[in-house]
């Protein structure tokens, strides 16, 4: 059974950083790319980063380049999100999610980890 | 633009047909899939590739694609299949930016 479990979420002041982490079991994370989505309280889906299975091609929306980083650890079977410079705009629930066809959209996703940004 | 459109809502009776549009030009040329979520609960993936349905998802749920627009359709709705529906478009370039449609609230009488 394929499971995704995010964790690393929490409240962290402006300015600050967090460190999500993605644990996968039921498959193996080398041969998939990965993504990162987010969801604002009562707003939609948003795309935020992806990685492809080498680990080659990585995307990054706008608003997050330059101060997020996403990468994959193929012997612990997980995948990260460094987040620095943490904004109010950030606070949001982080889904890691599986992507088996190439062009970051998403089949297995977790449960997600809560992101709060506030002073 | 990269923007999808979506309508805020949709209401049907059960047993009626409950069709959800995606417009944007980005899909014209890229794949779009189609996600169901539920109050609490992460995304489900329902229909991929446009018209592609995963398993385990039911037969009721299918997908089609015209032009700009892209069409969730859902036939005979039952009671739990209220839910948001956000559609995405996709792109394996790495050229294009990937989003999703704001989503649509489906509601059954």
């Known amino acids: 059974e394929v499971q995704l479990v995010e964790s690393g979420g929490g409240l962290v002041k402006p300015g600050g950083s967090l460190r999500l982490s993605c644990a996968a079991s039921g498959f193996a994370l080398s041969s998939y790319a990965m993504n990162w989505v987010r969801q604002a309280p009562g707003k939609g889906l948003e795309w935020v980063s992806s990685i492809s299975s080498s680990g080659s091609y990585i995307y990054y929306t706008d608003s997050v380049k330059g101060r997020f980083t996403i990468s994959r650890d193929s012997a612990k079977n997980s995948l990260f999100l460094q987040m620095n410079s943490l904004r109010a705009e950030d606070t949001a629930l982080y889904y890691c999610?599986?992507?088996?066809?190439?062009?970051?959209?998403?089949?297995?996703w977790g449960q997600g980890t809560l992101v709060t940004v506030s002073s | 633009s990269y923007e999808l459109t979506q309508p805020p809502s949709v209401s049907v009776s059960p047993g009626q047909t409950a069709r959800i549009t995606c417009s944007g030009d980005a899909l014209t040329n890229q794949y779009a899939y189609w996600y169901q979520q539920k109050p609490g609960q992460a995304p489900i993936l329902v229909i991929y590739?446009?018209?592609e349905r995963p398993s385990g998802i039911p037969e009721r749920f299918s997908g089609s694609s015209s032009g700009t627009t892209v069409t969730l359709t859902i036939s005979g709705v039952q009671a739990e299949d209220e839910a948001d529906y956000y559609c995405q478009s996709a792109d394996t370039s790495g050229v294009y930016p990937v989003v999703f449609g704001g989503g649509t609230k489906l509601t059954v009488l």
């Open positions: 590739k446009d018209s």
């Open positions: 999610a599986r992507d088996p066809y190439g062009d970051r959209a998403s089949d297995y």
